[in-house]
């Protein structure tokens, strides 16, 4: 072997155990950064998150609220509420609304104001403006985050019977 290609040589060992380097270290940094990802979300249990959904759960002797964003002010709003077999259960009139997150309280009371029971109801608000054409709004739910589960890694968030993604929930209240 002439002096030439054995520098080269040399080079490619070097440049080869450079990039060995490069990547434990790439490793290291991705561990460091899922244990900061794992201590942020256990910090998260007990704080109540606000994330899109048509389900709020019902438990007996509270009020459920449901929140809702309106992309501007209505002229009347009303809530439909639906049990697990898409029943009617109630349907609120609630009248006019500001533009901006509204919140609605629901007091686990059918048409006929019996208590219903525990479980998972499907909630639509419907709005219109003063004209009577339909709002475009989001549909909100909110839960107190109770745990959290790792799918490869990345925590699921366990709130009010829902199972959320960090990109699910839109804010944290204490």
């Known amino acids: 072997m002439d002096s030439t290609a054995f520098v080269a040589q040399l080079a490619q060992f070097s440049s080869l155990e450079q990039m060995n380097n490069v990547n434990d270290t790439l490793t290291k940094m991705l561990t460091s950064q899922d244990t900061a990802l794992q201590t942020t979300a256990a910090g998260m249990v007990g704080k109540t998150a606000v ?3 048509d389900q709020v759960t019902l438990t007996p002797g509270k009020q ?12 009347n709003v009303n809530l439909v509420i639906q049990d697990a077999s898409g029943n009617k259960v109630r349907v609120m009139a609630l009248g006019p609304m500001p533009s901006g997150l509204n919140t609605i309280k629901w007091d686990g ?32 739910g909110s839960a107190k985050i109770t745990g959290i589960t790792y799918d490869k890694g990345i925590p699921k968030f366990l709130a009010g019977g829902s199972t959320l993604q960090l990109s699910d929930i839109s804010e944290l209240d204490e």
Do not use: E
């Open 51 to 53: 994330f899109n959904t």
């Open 64 to 75: 459920s609220t449901i929140t809702t964003t309106l992309s501007q002010a209505a002229g």
């Open 109 to 140: 009371l059918d048409d006929n104001g019996k208590a219903l029971d525990a479980g998972t109801y499907t909630t639509t608000v419907n709005a219109v403006d003063i004209n009577g054409k339909s709002i475009s709004l989001t549909q909100n």
